[in-house]
């Protein structure tokens, strides 16, 4: 999810760099993808809940943390958009929200709501700017925003509860200055290079 959505991955940072690339049929097929993949964690951590555990090699990602960005992402396109990737969007939402039920439950965690709210008004704006710009038809902002409260509700005190109990922190909906792990990251030959030595990524502009 690093390239698609950054670390911490955010659901705002999923939908701009799809946007960028005007692929709108992409992130349908990117929350099919993750649709089976959801699927079979549950096979997985329900099964074997010790998985549950199991860390990221990176201290800014985890599997809660990925799975919550795709709640937050369908949530919104749940709420806002109309068209196809909206039926994607269902789909992934549903299956998803069914499995952060069921593994609180086998780790006997309570749901529970969080004091700071994870999406405030002015980010919701900016979120709303990411879904107009990808030229969907999208709903009435009234009618949307009762929608994603309604959605919200649904699944945010379970990522809550299991933010929680697993000590896995859960990601904001958007991120002024999102970061990159593949990016920074430096094989042993060139670490201890100076600055000036370094090979340099550039942003690629097709």
Not at 56 to 66: D, E, I, K, P, V
Request: charged share 20%; proline share 7%.
């Amino acid at each position: 999810m690093d390239a698609h959505a950054g670390s911490p991955p955010t659901a705002g940072e999923l939908l701009r760099r799809h946007i960028q690339g005007q692929n709108v049929q992409a992130l349908g097929q990117y929350l099919h993808d993750w649709e089976s993949w959801v699927a079979e964690l549950m096979e997985s951590h329900l099964s074997y809940p010790v998985l549950c555990y199991f860390r990221s090699q990176h201290t800014n990602q985890s599997w809660l943390a990925a799975l919550a960005t795709i709640l937050d992402t369908c949530t919104l396109i749940i709420a806002y958009a109309e068209g196809g990737v909206r039926w994607q969007a269902k789909m992934t939402f549903a299956i998803s929200r069914h499995a952060v039920v069921d593994l609180a439950e086998v780790l006997g965690a309570l749901p529970r709501a969080r004091k700071i709210d994870r999406l405030p008004v002015e980010d919701l704006g900016k979120l709303r700017t990411f879904l107009t710009a990808t030229g969907i038809p999208l709903r009435s902002s009234v009618e949307g925003d009762q929608k994603l409260d309604h959605l919200r509700q649904m699944y945010e005190p379970y990522i809550n509860t299991l933010s929680d109990r697993l000590l896995m922190p859960l990601p904001p909906w958007t991120l002024a200055k999102p970061m990159d792990n593949w990016r920074p990251s430096l094989s042993a030959s060139f670490r201890d290079l100076p600055a000036s030595r370094l090979p340099e990524m550039e942003e690629d502009k097709d």
